[in-house]
């Protein structure tokens, strides 16, 4: 049995858990952002969720990423591999931005620091009282 890539539903996962979890719950949405068909409908489904929950969008961000952004290019395959470190980093920007600004809490983290700065957002939620 062949498996190829799906893009994933969020509409449909988001609402499943709207529904089953109907009290306000903090969502942790581990996911990552950068270059899909479908952001636009996450950023729509996670806007939507909220509204009845709080909601924490946490994405890896890759250090290779923001190197190659960096660099100096010194040939037209680096110049290539520069512009779209760049515009990645836009769009992730753009989008995380966007949701910040509409209410919802959001990391862009390195994997190795993923674990702390979860658990640090959620000890400065509770000491805020925003639980």
């Not at 969502?27 to 950068?34: E, H, N």
């Not at 680096?78 to 515009?87: G, L, P, S, Y």
């Not at 753009?94 to 209410?103: A, E, K, M, N, Q």
């Amino acid at each position: 049995m062949a498996c190829s890539p799906v893009e994933p539903n969020y509409r449909q996962a988001l609402n499943y858990l709207a529904l089953k979890q109907r009290k306000r719950a903090m969502v942790v949405l581990f996911t990552d952002i950068s270059g899909s068909p479908g952001i636009d409908d996450l950023v729509s489904q996670i806007l939507l969720l909220n509204r009845s929950h709080l909601v924490i969008v946490v994405t890896i961000s890759d250090p290779d990423v923001h190197h190659a952004a960096r660099q100096i290019p010194s040939d037209s395959g680096r110049v290539h591999q520069r512009a779209a470190a760049v515009q990645l980093l836009a769009e992730r920007r753009r989008v995380l931005d966007s949701l910040h600004r509409r209410g919802v809490f959001t990391l862009d983290i390195p994997a190795n620091q993923l674990s702390l700065a979860v658990i640090n957002q959620y000890l400065q939620m509770k000491a805020r009282m925003t639980l």
